[in-house]
Structure formats: C-alpha cells, structure tokens
C-alpha cells in the first residue's frame, strides 16, 4: 500500500486546514485509516482513526471537536479537516493504514503502512 499526504502548510492560530491522504496499491476500503502527528523532540502520537466503512471513529482527547476524520472510499482518500488550530499542533502529520480498529491506545506499531508525512505550522 501507497500512501501519499498533501494539504499541509502554514496557517494562523485559530484557523483551519485539511490534509488529505490517497492511498494506492491494495483495496482501499479495508483498511482502517489514521492519522498521526509528531513535533520536534516528541513521540509520534495518534490524532484520529476512522474504520473501513467511516462508521466508527476515535479521537484524541487534545483533538476532540475541533478535528474531523472521514473518508471516501470511492476516491481512495483519507481526510483530516483541522479548525481551531493551536500552536501546539505544529508537527509532520502522518496517514497510516492497519488492518485493526482500536477502540483505545493507539500505537504507532498497530499500523501496517505509512505515507512520508507533510508539514502542519500554526502560527501564534
């Protein structure tokens, strides 16, 4: 599996952003998908995950209603719309692809397959 993570950028505090993932190489639609985040000097740490169908999602609490999660397996892509952003979301933002939907304790290690990350700042 091929995953490719575009949309990210520069953006005010208090602002949003959406990054996007495709994912290529292996039918779409059954794999669970994440996204992940790491900031200089932390640990890679999970944002949101949603199940094969979109029906079931999970958020981080630093996150919860303020991120969106969805997909469109039509389209082979994973989204991830970002509002109200904070300084402390500054970091590479990562999609993942796994074969499980955890319903807690997320780790890096459950997933299978990653995309190279793209850059999320926000500006204070």
């Known amino acids: 599996v091929q995953l490719q993570a575009s949309g990210g950028g520069l953006v005010q505090a208090g602002g949003s952003l959406r990054v996007s993932c495709a994912a290529s190489?292996?039918?779409?639609?059954?794999?669970?998908m994440g996204w992940f985040r790491q900031a200089p000097g932390k640990e890679r740490e999970i944002v949101a995950a949603?199940?094969?169908?979109?029906?079931?999602?999970y958020y981080a609490d630093s996150v919860k209603g303020r991120f969106t999660i969805s997909r469109d397996n039509a389209k082979n892509t994973v989204y991830l719309q970002m509002n109200r952003l904070k300084p402390e979301d500054t970091a590479v933002y990562y999609c993942?692809?796994?074969?499980?939907?955890?319903?807690?304790?997320?780790?890096?290690?459950?997933?299978?397959?990653w995309g190279k990350g793209t850059q999320v700042t926000v500006s204070s």
């Open positions: 190489g292996r039918t779409f639609s059954s794999l669970v």
């Open positions: 949603i199940s094969w169908s979109g029906g079931t999602t």
């Open positions: 993942a692809a796994g074969s499980k939907f955890y319903g807690s304790n997320w780790s890096p290690e459950d997933m299978l397959y």
